[in-house]
């Protein structure tokens, strides 16, 4: 087996340079089980980030699903076929009664191309309002929602961004009612710009979970304001559930549903069919029409019978093994033992997350709140180099991002809490 050196010069070589890669010392990966994975040299890791495999690694129900399809039929979708028809209906089932029908695509990046052309379609007009820390994709139209890599010759006019929600340092210094108010207007300030300008005002397009932000801790109804402005103005609210669909929050199936409130569009992608690349655009039939008559679209993968296969069997994993009561009851479990770390270690500045989403904010200091994001590296890493695979997040870089697959038990908690405790104690 070829050593780590020798793969990145070759993949240097074949895959261009630059190319993003998990820790100092990269994971060369050959297999995966559950919440297990393992590398080239037999070593196992827990894996507490990988929200693509949601229902667990290669899990056998997804595994023969996609077996028993391909062996049967897979091709585009210009053919009459159920399993599309199937896993439609099974879908919208869980949303809303006005999210009632989809489009279905290869990626998350489709996805929000589309929903954002569906805005378009719906309203005439071109302009957006995102996060300015957001992510959304890395298709052209979607790269221009984020400011982290700003796009060739600049941003084309029709975005304004926003501040970043975070519940440690509110924004204008104070939380609850007063921290929604200061957000939503933000967002009414940019509605008011776009509708100046000549793009006008289309869409909001969040993370109702705010991942990528650092998924701060909001109070029930902080959207309800931004929600109402949005309304007003005659735009539309698409809810990017990437990262926070599935039940992975623990307490509703969906991000906007854990947030209170309903979008005009949802978009969805990695988790949707455990690692194969199935993404979709949910949405009221009117909208789904509308865009279709702005926009002639087809995807020649996007809701194949396979992939229609793999994801009806991620929603079948998903309710009978009752993952969101297990994302619900382990994330509870998960986030009072980071309560106990933080008694302990005054480098945990704040905890948050919901469900099998949560992490810790690192800071040099509690009483300034000053960021620790070389620490926040350091203890990423030293958790990988002990056998436990996490990320780091958000506004700052200093928040650890743990989003496990949804069987990951109080078993599995306690190790990852302990190896943070000895990391921790090193540092």
């Known amino acids: 087996m070829a050593d780590n050196a020798a793969l990145l010069a070759r993949r240097d070589r074949l895959l261009g340079r630059n190319m993003s890669l998990f820790y100092q010392d990269p994971v060369h990966l050959v297999r995966g089980e559950g919440v297990w994975l393992w590398d080239a040299d037999g070593r196992r890791y827990l894996d507490c980030y990988n929200n693509v495999p949601h ?42 009664a006005s999210l009632n029908a989809a489009i279905l695509t290869c990626t998350g990046s489709e996805a929000n191309d589309i929903a954002l052309r569906m805005a378009q379609a719906m309203t005439g007009k071109t302009g ?5 820390h957001t992510y959304h994709g890395n298709t052209a139209a979607v790269s221009q929602l984020s400011t982290r890599m700003p796009p060739v010759g600049g941003f084309g006019g029709h975005v304004r961004h926003v501040p970043a929600p975070d519940s440690y340092r509110p924004l204008g210094g104070a939380a609850g009612e007063a921290f929604a108010a200061a957000f939503a207007a933000k967002v009414e300030e940019a509605i008011a710009s776009l509708e100046e300008s000549p793009h006008g005002f289309s869409a909001l397009i969040i993370d109702p979970f705010f991942a990528n932000e650092g998924f701060p801790d909001l109070p029930a109804g902080f959207l309800d304001k931004t929600v109402a402005a949005v309304r007003k103005a005659g735009g539309l609210i698409i809810a990017d559930e990437v990262q926070p669909g599935f039940g992975r929050t623990g307490t509703h199936m969906w991000g906007h549903q854990h947030a209170g409130f309903v979008p005009d569009i949802v978009t969805l992608g990695k988790p949707m069919a455990n690692g194969h ?27 194949n019978p396979v992939s229609c296969a793999a994801a009806m069997a991620v929603l079948e994993v998903i309710e009978e093994e009752q993952l ?11 986030r009072a033992g980071f309560e106990r770390l933080a008694a302990k270690h005054a480098l945990i500045g704040d905890i948050r997350g919901s469900g099998l989403f949560m992490g810790t904010e690192f800071v040099a200091d509690r009483k300034s709140k000053e960021p620790a994001p070389e620490q926040a590296t350091r203890i990423v890493n030293a958790m990988r180099e002990r056998g436990v695979l996490m990320g780091k997040i958000g506004v700052h870089q200093c928040s650890t991002k743990i989003r496990p697959p949804m069987p990951f038990s109080q078993a599995h908690a306690d190790l990852m809490l302990s190896t943070l405790d000895d990391v921790l104690s090193g540092l």
């Open 277 to 303: 690349p199935v993404g979709g655009v949910v949405a009221n039939l009117d909208t789904l029409n509308g865009f279709r008559k702005a926009f002639r679209y087809f995807n020649t993968f996007g809701g």
């Open 128 to 132: 957006v309002i995102a996060t300015d």
């Open 55 to 96: 229902v667990g690694h290669c899990h056998p129900r997804v595994v023969e699903a996609i077996t028993r399809q391909a062996s049967t039929l897979n091709t585009h979708t210009r053919y009459l076929h159920e399993g599309i028809l199937d896993y439609v209906e099974r879908l919208t089932a869980t949303f809303d």
């Open 324 to 334: 969101i009561e297990n994302a619900r009851v382990v994330g509870a479990y998960a």
